[in-house]
């Protein structure tokens, strides 16, 4: 069992940075990946970034790719979502998971747990 919280979302304007971060508990966390996915209303879940169990892999959608970084502090059981230059259509809720394998995965199926969400909102 793997429980995750999420933080750090909030209401930042078009070209802003936000830091999300989620904290794990359970499972040794350097042995599973780690992803990030986003929700708005009326769309269905998609997937943002994702990192693997050490660390050394890392994957991003298209859309945030050269704006957003995946990390990870397997010491403090931690991953973070940095996120600059931010444009309305990143609104969203924000959930972290727990992949079911040490690499990481672009598919929601391939993740065992999720956080409850953090609010983004970029303004225009």
């Known amino acids: 069992q793997v429980q995750l919280v999420e933080s750090g979302g909030g209401l930042v304007q078009a070209g802003g940075s936000l830091r999300l971060s989620c904290a794990a508990s359970g499972r040794t966390f350097s042995s599973y990946a780690m992803g990030w996915f986003r929700q708005a209303p009326g769309k269905e879940r998609e997937f943002v970034a994702a990192?693997?169990?050490?660390?050394?892999?890392?994957y991003y959608a298209d859309l945030v790719k050269g704006r957003f970084t995946i990390s990870r502090d397997n010491a403090k059981s931690t991953v973070y979502l940095q996120m600059n230059s931010l444009k309305p259509e990143d609104t969203a809720v924000y959930y972290c998971?727990?992949?079911?394998?040490?690499?990481?995965?672009?598919?929601?199926?391939?993740?065992?747990?999720w956080g409850q969400g953090t609010q983004v909102t970029v303004s225009s």
């Open positions: 998971a727990a992949g079911k394998y040490y690499v990481g995965s672009y598919y929601p199926h391939e993740y065992a747990y």
């Open positions: 990192i693997s169990g050490n660390g050394g892999s890392t």
